[in-house]
T-cell receptor, first 116, second 115 residues
Framework: AQKITQTQPGMFVQEKEAVTLDCTYD???????LFWYKQPSSGEMIFLIYQGSYDQQNATEGRYSLNFQKARKSANLVISASQLGDSAMYFCAMREGSYNTDKLIFGTGTRLQVFP | GAGVSQTPSNKVTEKGKYVELRCDPI?????LYWYRQSLGQGPEFLIYFQGTGAADDSGLPNDRFFAVRPEGSVSTLKIQRTERGDSAVYLCASSPGLAGEGEQFFGPGTRLTVL
């Protein structure tokens, strides 16, 4: 079964508008972390935001916020005031709570295109 | 400061050959990870080092793949008898400390093409 599901292969948004990128996850571990990474055409993975499973509040980092709905197992990324430079692939990832491993499990990504 | 670096940036080889991919983590980072990203997919975990030891190698697809980190810094991913299906971007990442803490910082990747 997929552990991380990103159902939107591509999204379009107009500059200065907000956009939500969907992510659902599957785990039976009570302790886990959720990450969003941005991958521009250059290929490098850029960390955007992190949400821990025990965090009471939704994470925010500048124009990025994470809409964490634990009961629904969703961790959607919200980008406010989109900029042309936000055009990239966006990956949701999960780290489960075992301290024997630190691997990230990634979704298939969403390609975001921001138009003027 | 310097980020994670990987060399070479591109590698083209022939089926059956041996290749080595190198990763230089951020100075002082004890944790190092290798991932493989095929076209149109997200990165897929290969192996995780904590210091010199491989703490989790469950993602290595078969015994043709091997990775080392002898001094707890630079790591080398080694692929024997390469196959066309090994073509992908190999990403290295590092993080500062203990498992379960902090984000992973990624390098630019090595694009491996097996002809």
């Amino acid at each position: 079964a997929q552990k991380i599901t990103q159902t939107q292969p591509g999204m379009f948004v107009q500059e200065k508008e907000a956009v939500t990128l969907d992510c659902t996850y599957d785990t039976s571990d009570p302790s886990y972390g959720l990450f969003w990474y941005k991958q521009p055409s250059s290929g490098e993975m850029i960390f955007l935001i992190y949400q821990g499973s025990y965090d009471q509040q939704n994470a925010t980092e500048g124009r990025y916020s994470l809409n964490f709905q634990k009961a629904r197992k969703s961790a959607n990324l919200v980008i406010s005031a989109s900029q042309l430079g936000d055009s990239a692939m966006y990956f949701c990832a999960m780290r489960e709570g075992s301290y024997n491993t630190d691997k990230l499990i990634f979704g298939t990504g969403t390609r975001l295109q921001v138009f003027p | 400061g310097a980020g994670v670096s990987q060399t070479p940036s591109n590698k083209v080889t022939e089926k059956g050959k041996y290749v080595e991919l190198r990763c230089d983590p951020i100075s002082g980072h004890t944790a190092l990870y290798w991932y493989r990203q095929s076209l149109g997919q997200g990165p897929e975990f290969l192996i995780y080092f904590q210091g010199t030891g491989a703490a989790d190698d469950s993602g290595l697809p078969n015994d043709r793949f091997f990775a080392v980190r002898p001094e707890g810094s630079v790591s080398t991913l080694k692929i024997q008898r390469t196959e066309r299906g090994d073509s992908a971007v190999y990403l290295c990442a590092s993080s500062p400390g203990l498992a379960g803490e902090g984000e992973q910082f990624f390098g630019p990747g090595t694009r491996l093409t097996v002809l």
